[in-house]
């Protein structure tokens, strides 16, 4: 089983459509928490932190429940320029290392 | 946010070959770096963490004679890839944690690495 996992995708919608990742961690004393999204042959740029009491940044709401050790991505009224592949990151607790799901991809279309 | 550096960009060799690659943070200085490298449809794997001062950590199943690293200064890192062949092609990325963001990590842009 991999430490991180991501709903394998892809995902379709069509342009104002709700989304939502899912992300499972194995690894119970994980630290932190992350969604990256990496387009087409460019580097992960942040999207957003993880946190229990979840999070909100415009249209993105991210959730952490740490007792069934899950991670969520929820996008709202998907815009074109959402397309991209999702990646969610975990970071353990001592050396900090991350580790990355395989990332969903997501194509939100006309 | 925080600004990371790779150079080259993306580079074509042949067999045999050696190539280094950087990676700077330009406004910040960071103790560790991150190397990571990415083959297509696959996610991020951890090569090594690179400890300014010190020696890099390499995770299992990475060759530390083949990909040395060298972090000499607080602002750049460089992986050599040694004796570089077909199958070591991939998208090198680096990453560093900023002072007083956490375990937030930013990437640099990524080295492409063609190997003929």
């Known amino acids: 089983r991999k430490e991180v996992e991501q709903d394998p995708g892809p995902f379709n919608v069509p342009e104002g459509a709700t989304v939502a990742f899912n992300c499972t961690y194995s690894n119970s004393a994980s630290q932190s928490f992350f969604w990256y999204r990496q387009d087409c042959r460019k580097e992960p740029k942040l999207l957003m932190s993880v946190y229990s009491s979840g999070n909100e940044d415009g249209r993105f709401t991210a959730q952490l429940n740490r007792a069934s050790q899950y991670i969520s991505l929820l996008i709202r009224d998907s815009k074109l320029s959402d397309s991209a592949t999702y990646l969610c990151v975990v970071n353990s607790a001592n050396a900090g290392k991350s580790t990355f799901g395989d990332g969903t991809t997501l194509t939100v279309k006309p | ?116």
């Open chain 2, 1 to 116: 946010g925080a600004v990371v550096s790779q150079h080259p960009s993306w580079v074509i060799c042949k067999s045999g070959t050696s190539v280094k690659i950087e990676c700077r943070s330009l406004d910040f200085q960071a103790t560790t770096m991150f190397w990571y490298r990415q083959f297509p449809k696959q996610s991020l794997m951890l090569m090594a963490t690179s400890n300014e001062g010190s020696k890099a950590t390499y995770e299992q199943g990475v060759e530390k004679d083949k990909f040395l690293i060298n972090h000499a200064s607080l602002t750049l890192s460089t992986l050599t890839v040694t004796s570089a062949h077909p199958e070591d092609s991939s998208f090198y990325i680096c990453s560093a944690r900023p002072p007083g963001v956490g375990d937030t990590q930013y990437f640099g842009p990524g080295t492409r690495l063609t190997v003929l």
